[in-house]
């Protein structure tokens, strides 16, 4: 089992295609994910992506977009290691593994939420999602 094994989700009010964008280009991934090295496994269009990952951790991460109601739920999901000295994964102690586990999963928020505020738009709750075509 990785020591770091991340799962979120976030309710983002916008279709499907309009989240996918935001993870579809790889000059965008050093800026969300700064000490990893993204590599696509999985491109699955408007449903998401998933990626093995190299560089601080070495392991696998998914970004998959659920279509509910008026949007879209984001799931995200990372399982890795530290890297080792050779690049290679080596399993942290528990303490540290937990500490990074944790410290992944504010960054996997903080990027949800930044996702949220950029794509609603300030749209109120309960307010429908201004109509947005994926660019």
Do not use: N
Request: with cysteine; hydrophobic share 45%.
């Amino acid at each position: 089992m990785p020591s770091v094994d991340v799962v979120d989700e976030t309710f983002v009010a916008v279709a499907p295609a309009v989240l996918a964008a935001e993870f579809a280009r790889p000059a965008q991934w050093r800026g969300l994910w700064p000490d990893l090295r993204l590599e696509v496994v999985t491109d699955r269009g408007d449903q998401g992506f998933r990626w093995t990952i190299t560089g601080a951790l070495v392991g696998s991460m998914e970004v998959w977009l659920e279509p509910v109601l008026d949007g879209t739920v984001l799931h995200y999901f990372l399982r890795a290691d530290p890297a080792g000295p050779d690049g290679g994964p080596a399993p942290a102690p528990w303490r540290r593994g937990m500490a990074e586990a944790s410290r992944r999963q504010r960054a996997a928020k903080a990027i949800a939420f930044a996702c949220k505020a950029r794509l609603e738009c300030g749209r109120a709750p309960g307010e429908p999602p201004e109509p947005r075509v994926a660019s």
